[in-house]
């Protein structure tokens, strides 16, 4: 059974930070593109970051590019999520998921995580 379990999420202060994990079972994640995307309460889902399979390049949205790191830890088949400065606008659930490439879109995605829950608020 393929299945991604998020972790890490919980309440900040705005400029803090929070490292989210994402831990693949009954799959080998390195052999896929992970990407996060978020969705915050009233909106639609955002594609917020992504990295490729193989060489592991990493993509980032404008809003989050220089605050937000993407690594793989391809022995604990996990993808993490460094996310620095938070701002209140960072709120959100969070979710990672799996898919052959990189994209923005999240129809391109089979596989998903439940998502976590990110409060930035003082």
């Known amino acids: 059974q393929f299945q991604l379990v998020e972790s890490g999420g919980g309440l900040v202060q705005p400029g803090g930070s929070l490292t989210l994990s994402c831990t693949a079972s009954?799959?080998?994640?390195?052999?896929?593109?992970v990407g996060w995307f978020r969705q915050a309460p009233g909106k639609g889902r955002e594609g917020v970051s992504c990295?490729?399979?193989?060489?592991?390049?990493?993509h980032y949205a404008d809003s989050v590019k220089g605050r937000f790191t993407m690594s793989r830890d391809n022995a604990e088949n996990t993808v993490y999520l460094q996310m620095n400065s938070l701002k209140p606008e960072d709120t959100a659930i969070y979710s990672c998921?799996?898919?052959?490439?990189?994209?923005?879109?999240?129809?391109?995605?089979?596989?998903w995580g439940q998502g976590t829950q990110v409060t930035v608020s003082s």
């Open positions: 990295i490729t399979s193989g060489d592991g390049v990493t």
């Open positions: 998921a799996a898919a052959i490439f990189c994209d923005w879109s999240p129809d391109e995605f089979e596989y």
């Open positions: 009954g799959f080998t994640l390195r052999h896929y593109a």
